[in-house]
């Protein structure tokens, strides 16, 4: 099983509104409403940010919204702000062996 | 407050063996799979096994599959991870995770294992 295809970096400014994509095929991401996303910030545990695609935890900021469609998943941060620069990793159910599989990570830059 | 502890972490050689530990308190443990997630250094997160509830269930990554062994004691609130064989390409931070709606929404704060002679 392949992780999925993140890209590898993406930037915003202050302000604005940024998106990352988490791409899988129709075995994981394309059957499965399994995908969470995750922040990373650098020497730190990740935090989870959505799960089953579009859920936010309690506590996570309403400017962190996950939709999906076909093999793609997507993590929408709007109002970008500097505390926002971290790295996120998508992750998904893939119904085989193994049954979870990350994306390879995003470095998101605020200029 | 829910807290996962990992220990057992260590510099080994080549073909040594290692046994992780995971602390797991402010949750009842013995409800939720738990999983590890490792991150060689530099690189990007990799699930590496998980367990059911009653340890009835394990999965494991291919490149670890018959090296290593995922083990809970729900007694103990306890998760363990046993690694033999170790490779250099398994030096990573190890993290103990639990999974709940389908999501990692608890981490540990890792434990770093270092494999080189």
């Known amino acids: 099983q392949s992780a999925l295809t993140q890209p590898a970096s993406v930037s915003g400014s202050p302000g604005q509104s940024i998106t990352i994509s988490c791409t899988g095929t129709?075995?994981?991401?394309?059957?499965?409403?399994?995908v969470s996303w995750y922040q990373q910030n650098p020497g730190k545990a990740p935090k989870l940010m959505i799960y089953?695609?579009?859920n936010r935890p309690s506590g996570v900021s309403n400017r962190f919204s996950g939709s999906k469609s076909g093999n793609t998943a997507f993590l929408i941060i709007s109002g970008l702000q500097a505390e926002d620069e971290a790295d996120y990793y998508c992750?998904?159910?893939?119904?085989?062996?193994?049954?979870?599989?990350f994306g390879g990570g995003t470095k998101l830059t605020v200029l | 407050e829910v807290q996962l502890v990992e220990s057992g972490g260590g510099l080994v050689q080549p073909g040594e063996s290692l046994r992780l530990s995971c602390a797991a308190t402010?949750?009842?443990?013995?409800?939720?799979?738990m999983t590890w997630v490792r991150q060689a250094p530099g690189k990007g997160l990799e699930w590496v096994a998980n367990?059911?509830?009653?340890?009835?269930?394990?999965s494991y990554v291919a490149s670890v599959r018959g090296r290593f062994t995922i083990s809970r004691d729900n007694a103990k609130n306890s998760l363990y991870l046993q690694m033999n064989s170790l490779r250099a390409e398994d030096t990573a931070v190890y993290f103990c995770?639990?999974?709940?709606?389908?999501?990692?929404?608890?981490w540990g704060q890792g434990a770093l294992v270092t494999v080189s002679s």
């Open positions: 089953e695609v579009s």
């Open positions: 992750r998904s159910h893939t119904g085989t062996a193994p049954p979870w599989v």
């Open positions: 995770t639990r999974e709940e709606y389908f999501a990692l929404d608890y």
């Open positions: 129709s075995s994981d991401i394309g059957t499965y409403n399994y």
């Open positions: 402010g949750f009842t443990f013995s409800g939720y799979w």
């Open positions: 367990i059911r509830q009653d340890g009835s269930e394990k």
